[in-house]
């Protein structure tokens, strides 16, 4: 599930995606559909990858309900879309990227719980940490 979260983002154009600086408002805009579009890819299939359309959805929305699509706050947003959503975060941290290298795993760590109760369930992170320092 937590591969498929981004998958509408084959929606989006090559040069919005590419692009190496700032979105503008309206590039921003085109971007928060992927959730939109991966539910609708996900619903054509149907099954199990409908339900999962539904979590797509929501993978982007925040525990403050500062979130798009739908401004979901708290356990509003499914459970298993706020896990995907402080994961990927820490995957994006803690991995090299194009524009930058990886962030240091007690920088990402601190990131993380910094944006706890705001951007991430403060539950699911706590877990994450745990995980990430028993692992490390």
Known sequence: MALLHDVGKVRIPNEIINKPGALTPEERAIINMHTIEG???LEKVGGLLG?????????HER???GGYPDGLAAEEIPLIARIVSACDA???MTTDRSYRPA????DAIRELEQNA???FDPTV?????SIARRDA
């Open 39 to 41: 539910e609708r890819m």
């Open 90 to 92: 820490f995957n994006a």
């Open 63 to 65: 525990w403050d309900g």
């Open 51 to 59: 339900a999962v359309g539904r979590v797509v959805r929501s993978c």
């Open 117 to 119: 109760s705001t951007q």
């Open 103 to 106: 962030m240091p795993l007690d």
């Open 125 to 129: 992170v706590a877990a994450l940490v």
